[in-house]
């Protein structure tokens, strides 16, 4: 009798601290990264979240809050792209920004979600005319700071 009120107590503690354990294992795998303040869009803000899965891939996503109108960006622009820069140096183009009631959207909301195989040190948002562009042009909405992902 005696030690079964003893077990139990043990094993309430057992089992948080595995819970604990196991939250802390899921999230040291993701990666948060923030987006710098903008001069193009200055009220925009979002953070990025990074983690590889078990195929070594890397997946991105976002959200961004209070982003502007493609329209009302000076000049005017198309569409929003986002941009990698992989640890090899290599610009690469991973897809265009969408809002759920799409641009212009009244909640000013974006997000973004995609799996690539280039390991990612820097994300970036420009404003385009085409969004299958091999190359960003020169207005930059949002960039993160160089950053490093660990496997």
């Keep these: 009798m005696k030690t079964a009120r003893l077990i139990r107590p043990v094993k309430n503690i057992f089992l948080r601290i595995l819970t604990v ?16 303040t903008s001069a193009v869009v200055p009220a ?4 990025v979240y ?5 195929n070594k891939n ?3 996503r976002f959200s961004i ?3 502007a109108e493609i329209s009302r960006i000076q000049p005017s622009r198309q569409t929003y792209v986002v941009w990698l820069v992989s640890d090899q140096e290599k610009t690469v ?16 909301k974006a997000s973004f979600e995609t799996v690539t195989s280039h390991k990612p040190t820097k994300i970036f948002i420009s404003a385009e005319n085409n969004g299958n562009v091999q190359y ?5 909405v949002l960039t ?3 950053f490093r992902i660990n496997r």
Excluded: H, R
């Design 58 to 60: 890397y997946v991105i």
């Design 65 to 67: 809050s209070n982003l």
């Design 93 to 108: 183009n991973i897809g265009l920004l969408e809002s759920s009631a799409g641009f212009p959207s009244k909640q000013l």
């Design 50 to 54: 990074i983690k590889s899965d078990e």
């Design 136 to 140: 960003p042009g020169k207005l930059m």
């Design 44 to 47: 925009a803000t979002g953070y």
């Design 21 to 36: 354990v196991m939250l802390f294992s899921v999230t040291a795998c993701v990666k948060k990264i923030k987006f710098q």
């Design 144 to 146: 993160t700071n160089k």
